[in-house]
């Protein structure tokens, strides 16, 4: 029953992370920089200690009372992983939610994977996994097996990506995706995948300040709420510097006040994505909780955003006027990556 409850919470987490963008796209007359961090304030400054506040009592005096290198660890992660979600988004602006998601997040389960081996290698922990092991045992090169298989699934999906640029012309093309351009989403959605794993690992860097809320008494089932506050700060620092500066390069600081735009819409419609994106999260956590299993989580969490992006894809018909053949191939690159993050998810399950 625990599993089944886990299994749930993540996909109601995948729903929404893989659904975010969604609002975003009703927002009229702003700059994209605008409408992302109006939402960021949401995701990453209000929601996330309101949340702890709910159903963690006290989380700030969890916070005052963790040592300085378990914060500094965490925020830092954060600050990585707002990299990585800040080219997320300009990722799904250039690619779309289809193939944008399947690049992004394919290389999200690559490196969240591979990565913390790679680091507990060189700064060995008791209980954590090496990249030795992932080569010497069963368990290990089945997770070697699914991140190669994750890898030729990006390839194929940046092969549909290639095939509907030569297919569409422009003008379809910006029906489709408004903003679209191959070259310029796959280099960002590239690195948006290697940098957005950090969250992972920040989640993991912040462990004690989830153990001390157990530790406390408090419910376990959110005890990785109180970590979220201290990671996406790192994240809202990021996000909110860059933004700013396109805000001054591009003259945009206006739309926040622009009486033109439906401004009272835009507002409503950013805060609902950045509170949707941060569901993501809540019910990850959740998740995780009930599996005990942080990298099978991260799997099981990624494979249902690429399902529900996906899904958003058609509904929005990003592949509408595309060859059958372009559409068999990004089927295929989807259903690739699919396997692959189960294949992993596997792997991690057999330790």
Known sequence: MQIILGVVFHFIGGFASGSFYVPFSKVKGWSWESYWIIGGLFSWLIVPPLAAWLTL???????????????RFTFLFGVLWGIGGLTYGLGVRYLGMSLGNSVVLGFCSAFGALV????????????KTTIQEL??????????AGVALCLFGIYICGKAG??????????????????????????VAVSSGILSSCFNFGIEAGK??????????????????VTYVVLLWGGLL??????????????SFGDYANSSTPIVRNYLYSAAAGTTWFLQFFFY?????????????WILHMAFIILVANGWGIALKEWKGVSKKTRLTIGMGITTIILSVLLVGYGNSIK
């Open 238 to 251: 990021t996000n909110l510097v860059w933004s700013l500066i396109l805000n001054l390069r591009n003259h």
């Open 57 to 71: 009592p006290g989380f700030s005096e969890i916070i005052q009372a963790t040592s300085y290198s378990t914060l």
């Open 162 to 187: 290639l095939l509907k640029e030569r297919e569409l012309s422009e003008a379809d093309k910006k029906k489709s995706v408004t903003e679209f351009s191959l070259t310029k989403g796959l280099v």
């Open 285 to 297: 956590g959740m998740g995780e909780s009930k599996l005990g299993n942080g990298a099978s989580s």
């Open 208 to 225: 004690p300040m989830a153990e001390t809320a157990v530790a406390s008494g408090l419910n376990p089932l959110f005890q990785n709420n």
């Open 116 to 127: 913390p081996s790679i680091y507990y290698h060189f700064s060995p922990s008791e209980g």
């Open 135 to 144: 080569f010497t045992t069963t368990w290990g090169r089945v997770v070697l």
